[in-house]
């Protein structure tokens, strides 16, 4: 059993929305932080955006504006709605939980990822 699963990538014309959810097997809430990443061929894995467990979110600086995510504790989940999508944002999107203990004691999860693909 995977920790996190990723859902709701696929296929939109550019300037529509999806929105991914990443369900998590564990309470969302044992991770310090969780977000969204991505990784477009070729490229490295970016950070999106991410939240703590009190809710603050983090967006990247190119992201903000357009994408939102946010924590559904009834389903346990982390969600990213993204809005005006682009051909560019096209990526494999990873859903990433951190606990921080300290040194190596400390963990970090991902998700198999989901794809999203913007056509033009």
């Known amino acids: 059993q995977a920790l996190l699963v990723e859902s709701g990538g696929g296929l939109v014309q550019a300037g529509g929305s999806l929105r991914l959810s990443c369900a998590v097997a564990?309470?969302?809430?044992?991770?310090?932080?969780m977000g969204w990443y991505r990784q477009a061929p070729g490229k490295q894995r970016d950070l999106v955006a991410s939240?703590?467990?009190?809710?603050?979110?983090n967006y990247a600086d190119s992201l903000k504006g357009r994408f939102t995510i946010s924590k559904d504790f009834a389903k346990n989940t982390v969600d990213l709605q993204m809005n005006s999508l682009k051909p560019e944002d096209t990526a494999v999107y990873y859903c990433?939980?951190?606990?921080?203990?300290?040194?190596?004691?400390?963990?970090?999860?991902w998700g198999q990822g989901t794809q999203v693909t913007v056509s033009s």
């Open positions: 564990i309470s969302i809430q044992f991770f310090d932080t």
């Open positions: 939240i703590t467990r009190d809710g603050s979110a």
């Open positions: 990433n939980g951190f606990r921080q203990r300290g040194g190596a004691k400390s963990s970090d999860y």
